[in-house]
DNA sequence: AAAACGGGGGC
DNA sequence: GCCCCAGTTTT
C-alpha cells in the first residue's frame, strides 16, 4: 500500500468518524482521561462528572482524601488507584508546575498514571499539539488495513508518525477509536458496513 | 513478559 | 458466567 493510499483512506476516516470535543481545559482533559484508562466512555463520563461537581479544579482535588472521592469516580473502575494518582497528579499540578498542565511530552509522563496515551491524548485534546496516542483501536485498525505491520502499539505509533503528515495525527485517534467502537470491532467487525472492505486486507483474508 | 487493578455492559 | 473496555505500574 502506497503512502497516497494510506493517507487518502485516513482522511476518509477522518471525515466520517472525527468529532471535535468540547471539553478544552488541560487539568479536566488529563483527569478525565485518567479516568477513562481500560474503561468505557459511558462510564468515565459519569465518574468524570461526578468527580468534577464536587472538586472542580486543581486546588480542590490537589486537598482531597482518596477515600472521599472513591465512590465519585467508582464508575470508571480501578477506583482506588486511580484515586490516588488523581490525587497526586493534582498536587503535582499545583506545586510544582504552578497550576498549569504541562504542555510537554517528557513532563506529562513523569505524572503518576500518566503513560504514552494518556499524555498524547492530553496533547492534542487540550493543547492542540499534533500527537498520536496509539491505544488497542488504533493499532488493531492500522494493521487491518494494512497501515502498519506492527506486533506493539509503539511500533505502531511510530511507524503511523512516519507515513501520516502531522494534521492527521491528533484527528485520526478520534476517529479510529469511533471506528473502532462501531464498525472496525475486535471480534465481529461489521464489514458489510464499512465503506473500506474493498481494499481492507484483513476482511479479504479473514485473518487478523 | 506477566500480573494486578475493577466496575459495568454485552452476549 | 465470561469477556472486554481511549492503560499504567509493579513484579
Redesign the pocket.
Known amino acids: 500500500m502506497t503512502r497516497s493510499q494510506i493517507v487518502s483512506i485516513a482522511e476518509k476516516i477522518i471525515e466520517m468518524f472525527y468529532h471535535d ?1 468540547d471539553e478544552k481545559d488541560p487539568f479536566k482533559i488529563l483527569i478525565s ?2 479516568l ?8 468515565t463520563l459519569v465518574a468524570s462528572q461526578n468527580l468534577f461537581s464536587k472538586y472542580p479544579n486543581v486546588e480542590s482535588l490537589a486537598k482531597a482524601k482518596p477515600e472521599e472521592i472513591y465512590d465519585l469516580i ?9 484515586a490516588e ?1 488523581i490525587i497526586e497528579v493534582s498536587k503535582i499540578i499545583l506545586e510544582k508546575y504552578n497550576g498549569k498542565v504541562p504542555s510537554d511530552l517528557d513532563e506529562l ?1 513523569k ?9 498524547n ?1 492530553v496533547l ?2 487540550g493543547f492542540s499539539i499534533p500527537a498520536i ?1 496509539v ?4 493499532h488493531r485498525i492500522s494493521n487491518r488495513l494494512g497501515f502498519v505491520k506492527t506486533k506493539t502499539p509503539e511500533q505502531t505509533e511510530e511507524e503511523l508518525s512516519k507515513v501520516l503528515p502531522k494534521r492527521l495525527w491528533g484527528p485520526i ?2 476517529a479510529m ?1 469511533n471506528f ?2 462501531n464498525i472496525c470491532l ?2 465481529n467487525p461489521r464489514c458489510e458496513k464499512c465503506p473500506f472492505s474493498k481494499e481492507c486486507k484483513y476482511h479479504n483474508s479473514a485473518v487478523d
Open positions: 470535543f482521561t485518567i477513562s484508562q481500560r474503561t468505557r466512555d459511558e462510564n467508582k464508575p470508571s473502575g480501578m477506583y482506588r488507584q486511580k494518582r509522563l505524572l503518576p498514571g500518566v503513560g504514552r496515551k494518556t499524555a491524548i492534542f485534546q496516542a491505544d488497542t483501536h488504533v485517534n478520534v477509536v473502532g467502537r475486535p471480534r
